[in-house]
């Protein structure tokens, strides 16, 4: 992304999140702290954001999942895709919707406590592709176990010291 477009959109985050995308939702009320995983607002933003952390704002780019009411957010799009993939196998909902995505959290002097928001960036839906990162996370995921089983062999077989 352009420095210049990184900026404006940082410069309109401000460091008040609920300042910036909306009021509180009834279930993020003063008198009760969200957990990590709410969202003070959930919003559309096709530019989003580079990844960045400051005393006061911390900006977060990867990927989320849309669970119905509830959004699961990755580091990248691989874990995010296999993720889908395995969900849409299961019996909890037929459809996983998968997008690139910035987490931005800041504390709120207001309410006296951190809030994040979700940015949605380009939704990424052909099956192609899902299964592209998928298979990049279980080719990662593959090779770290080999590496962490040849290493427990070899730790196992050194001779002691």
């Known amino acids: 992304m352009p420095p210049s477009t990184t900026s404006s959109v940082l410069e309109r985050i401000e460091t008040s999140i609920c300042r910036q995308y909306g009021k509180h939702s009834p279930h993020t009320a003063d008198t009760h702290p969200a957990t990590d995983c709410e969202y003070t607002a959930v919003v559309d933003q ?71 928001a979700l940015l949605l960036g380009r939704q990424v839906y052909e099956e192609s592709e899902i299964h592209a990162h998928a298979a990049r996370f279980t080719a990662t995921a593959s090779a770290r176990t080999h590496v962490a089983s040849w290493l427990g062999t070899l730790l196992r077989t050194s001779p002691a010291r």
């Open 46 to 116: 096709p530019a989003l954001p580079g990844a960045m952390e400051t005393a006061t704002l911390r900006v977060c780019r990867g990927a989320a999942v849309d669970l119905s009411d509830h959004w699961a957010f990755f580091d990248d799009l691989a874990p995010a895709a296999a993720f889908v993939r395995a969900g849409r196998t299961s019996n909890l909902m037929s459809s996983w919707e998968l997008f690139e995505a910035a987490e931005v959290r800041a504390f709120c002097a207001r309410h006296h406590r951190e809030e994040a």
